[in-house]
DNA sequence: TCGATACTTAAGCACTCACTTCACTATTGC
DNA sequence: GCAATAGTGAAGTGAGTGCTTAAGTATCGA
């Protein structure tokens, strides 16, 4: 259920704003409310709400009510689903390099 | 200069594409070229070399023109750069939730 | 040299995104 | 109870995105 790509869509996409990465950086020091999120954020408590639900959305961030307060923290099995899409294709790539490198190696032994 | 936010910006919203991710997943397993990589998918050339121009601004791929024909790869640092940035986040989250654990262990102990 | 191939560029269009403001609904503390 | 706090929801706007079609240019192969 964290590999289907309409989910690394709304993943990647959440972080793609600087805004959103702001909090996600933020959230990865400890839980914060939406007021919290928004303090060192240059635009209105709306916008950030609609930020915040974007990164809810992708499943990046958890958030529960208490009273009048929404506390916010990160999903760490999210961004784990992000950074190992990343890390296949990496990974692919670099054997694919290895690969070839051992086969030049090789044919100049023969040569 | 891989770790400035606007060129992390870059990335993540180039990863954000189905279609983008479509085409650096088949990078991954070789090089390219533009009619190659628009092959699997349902658009307009003119619109797959649009997302590639994309790809490449963000810094994920590199291209390179021999004769006519324009040939693709990944540029793995890039990967990584992205990899990077998810990965300290959720390392600084699970950190603290190992801290929060040994706290509450201690806890328990002295009580 | 001439037609086919492999892009490239520009214009246009519908749709989405990142905000804003304004009005509103809980809670909380005094 | 009432003011202050914390957040929610809706409507509007301007800029950006993801396509399309149409008209190029450059290169290759026979």
Redesign the pocket.
């Known amino acids: 259920m964290l590999h289907d790509p309409a989910q690394l869509d709304l993943m990647f996409?959440a972080l793609?704003?600087p805004?959103r990465r702001q909090m996600v950086d933020r959230l990865s020091r400890g839980p914060a409310?939406?007021?919290q999120l928004?303090e060192p954020l240059?635009?209105?408590?709306?916008?950030v709400?609609?930020?915040?639900n974007?990164l809810e959305a992708s499943g990046l961030v958890r958030t529960e009510?208490?009273?009048?307060?929404?506390t916010c923290q990160i999903e760490p099995q999210a961004l784990r689903a992000a950074e190992h899409w990343i890390n296949e294709r990496r990974l692919a790539w670099e054997r694919r390099l290895d690969r070839l490198g051992d086969f030049l190696a090789e044919a100049k032994d023969e040569s």
């Open positions: 996409q793609a704003d805004a409310s939406v007021s928004a240059a635009m209105s408590l709306s916008a709400v609609q930020h915040l974007v009510k208490l009273g009048r307060v929404r």
